[in-house]
T-cell receptor
Framework: KAGVTQTPRYLIKTRGQQVTLSCSPI?????VSWYQQTPGQGLQFLFE???????NKGNFPGRFSGRQFSNSRSEMNVSTLELGDSALYLC????????????FGEGSWLTVV | DQQVKQNSPSLSVQEGRISILNCDYT??????FLWYKKYPAEGPTFLIS?????DKNEDGRFTVFLNKSAKHLSLHIVPSQPGDSAVYFC????????????FGPGTRLSVLP
């Protein structure tokens, strides 16, 4: 069974631009969550989607947004990029919400210059 | 305010010996805990989980112990192998609040041959 797939793996953007990252969950998984990992802040929860609905949101500004499609694939978007948005963005999927293991993809490395 | 703490940034252990990684949490409402291993430039790999209704869970060389009264959990790896060298994260969540896991800052384990 294929794991969580994230694209692109690496990208470089300029301050002020916007970026869209994509995530395909494990087949059959309907819950997708996004995390940001930086050296200073560690792994931080961005948001979670289940059945195309955002269920939870972390403490990130409105520049960070996401969506989920009917096939459970998810995208996250960051607008008006700042240097501090440089991070590893990780997508995780789970078969259900609540008290369940989440499985991570390889991540998308974003560098903002 | 860190809700999940891993007070040892690094740990070195001889191959074949036991590795013990510790994690403390402050929110007594957390009821589901996970451990992940992470290699550089890869996404976290799920190791083992434990629900608050248990105090121990075993999977091969990995055992997680949960002490709810002390708000403490630990991961034991026996025997330790050089391939176990990685950063280990513990994560905690509230069962009814989706996949909003709070991660600790990680402990870098080095298993020396």
């Amino acid at each position: 069974k294929a794991g969580v797939t994230q694209t692109p793996r690496y990208l470089i953007k300029t301050r002020g631009q916007q970026v869209t990252l994509s995530c395909s969950p494990i087949s059959g998984h309907r819950s997708v969550s996004w995390y940001q990992q930086t050296p200073g802040q560690g792994l931080q929860f961005l948001f979670e989607y289940f059945s195309e609905t955002q269920r939870n949101k972390g403490n990130f500004p409105g520049r960070f947004s996401g969506r989920q499609f009917s096939n459970s694939r998810s995208e996250m978007n960051v607008s008006t990029l700042e240097l501090g948005d440089s991070a590893l963005y990780l997508c995780a999927s789970s078969s259900r919400v609540g008290g369940n293991t989440i499985y991570f993809g390889e991540g998308s490395w974003l560098t903002v210059v | 305010d860190q809700q999940v703490k891993q007070n040892s940034p690094s740990l070195s252990v001889q191959e074949g010996r036991i590795s013990i990684l510790n994690c403390d949490y402050t929110n007594s409402m957390f009821d589901y805990f996970l451990w992940y291993k992470k290699y550089p430039a890869e996404g976290p790999t799920f190791l083992i989980s434990i629900s608050s209704i248990k105090d121990k869970n075993e999977d091969g060389r990995f055992t997680v112990f949960l002490n709810k009264s002390a708000k403490h959990l630990s991961l034991h790896i026996v025997p330790s192998q050089p391939g176990d060298s990685a950063v280990y994260f513990c994560a905690a969540s509230l069962n009814n609040y989706g996949q909003n896991f709070v991660f600790g800052p990680g402990t870098r384990l080095s298993v020396l041959p």
